[in-house]
């Protein structure tokens, strides 16, 4: 009997329950300033937030000045 044919079926969907909640969350997280500002010029531009697709669709209305990039002020806006 190998380990795995032990796991009785309510403890198997437990677990990916688990793995399951636990992939929801991460895809949830906001990503940092930092992590999107790739160049590291203080700005994220409309090719970095690419890298998010919540917030490359949500480019356009974040960026007040309409200048074509996001600042840190304009980025916490972020939800």
Known sequence: MT???????P??????GLLAATATLAADAKPSFESLDKN?????SLTEASNDD?????FKSLDSNKDGELTREEFAKYK
Do not use: N, Q, Y
């Open 3 to 9: 380990r795995f044919s032990r796991t009785t079926p």
């Open 11 to 16: 403890a198997l969907l437990a677990s990916l």
């Open 40 to 44: 590291g010029d203080g700005k994220i």
């Open 54 to 58: 919540a917030l490359f669709v949500a």
